[in-house]
């Protein structure tokens, strides 16, 4: 990347808390107009890294620029804070004050104008605008958290699960609203427990593991890499299919909503477990799923990642 194509560079960068290193030499470049995720079960390092990429903690060791800016120069960082946008992990706004206060709060602090309705219109939030803060459910109040963030166009927005506590019709309607700024050419670096979500909205995605980057690359490329090439995933599933499946030499992994998959390499393979499932006189519901983003996360962390972050 050029210099002047790159909105944040990051350059080994480390803290220390006492003898424990929360991130360790974490370098990468993110490109203006570009969607970067960092995903990790929690204690991976991706919060820290951002609050330090935000001017919220101090390096240890390193060095990182927003938009050619230093986060280690005083003078700079006032300049920084005025052109990002924030969403942390631990998001609270004034309960006593309404949505369209509180979005208005955020902007006087940007010394931004008040002209926002189309991003409160966009995020599903217009209606509820007249709405007290401390009325509205957890994931009403994390898309106001959004919206604060968003206020007064920032150059390079950090969002540090956006959609935690959403259901999964509000969560789509918050990825549509953010693919539309990442059309418009803005750029947000992402964190996120949610595959789907980093596969639908990342240019690119580094995944990080006890405070380093494990992977790094486009979604496409990194699935290109991987040797899964498709995942089966069975409905049902009694003890005497399972030790069939296993006895193949296939293994098999628990889903969260009861159902199982194994992955599979390559066309012959997937045909081969189909054919044992035939033989075995199985007549429930399966379906073929495209390696994809959590794939990738398995090959790389060995786990999978449950939505509250921890490796499962």
């Not at 898309?143 to 959609?163: C, N, R």
């Amino acid at each position: 990347m050029s210099p002047s194509s790159t909105a944040v560079v990051a350059i080994s960068l480390t803290k220390l808390y006492g003898n424990i290193r929360a991130i360790d030499g974490v370098s990468f470049e993110v490109e203006r107009g570009e969607v970067f995720s960092l995903l990790g079960p929690n204690g991976a390092g991706k919060t820290t890294t951002i609050e330090i990429l935000e001017c919220l903690r101090t390096p240890t060791s390193g060095e990182a620029y927003i938009m050619g800016l230093n986060i280690r120069s005083r003078s700079d960082v006032g300049k920084i804070k005025r052109i990002i946008g924030v969403l942390p992990q631990e998001f609270s706004a004034v309960d006593n004050l309404t949505v369209y206060e509180n979005v208005l709060l955020a902007a006087a602090a940007k010394g931004v104008g008040k002209s926002f309705r189309d991003l409160l219109e966009g995020l599903g939030l217009w209606e509820v605008r007249g709405r007290l803060f401390s009325k509205l459910s957890g994931g009403m109040k994390r898309k106001v958290g959004l919206a604060m963030a968003l206020v007064g166009d920032p150059e390079v927005v950090f969002l540090d699960e956006p959609t935690t506590g959403l259901d999964p019709q509000a969560r789509r309607e918050a990825w549509r609203y953010l693919l539309g700024l990442r059309r418009e050419g803005r750029t947000i670096i992402l964190t996120t427990h949610y595959m789907e979500e980093a596969e639908r909205l990342s240019d690119r995605v580094a995944i990080m593991v006890s405070g380093r980057i494990a992977l790094m690359g486009r979604v496409p490329d990194l699935v290109a890499q991987t040797p899964v090439k498709a995942r089966l995933v069975i409905d049902e599933m009694d003890e005497a299919l399972a030790q069939a499946l296993r006895s193949s030499g296939y293994s098999l992994e628990s889903l969260p909503d009861g159902r199982w998959a194994l992955a599979v390499k390559e066309g012959s393979e997937l045909e081969a477990v189909l054919s044992l499932l035939e033989r075995r006189g199985f007549r429930g519901l399966y379906e073929v799923r495209a390696a994809g983003l959590e794939d990738i996360f398995l090959s790389t962390v060995g786990s999978r990642i449950s939505e509250r972050g921890d490796l499962v």
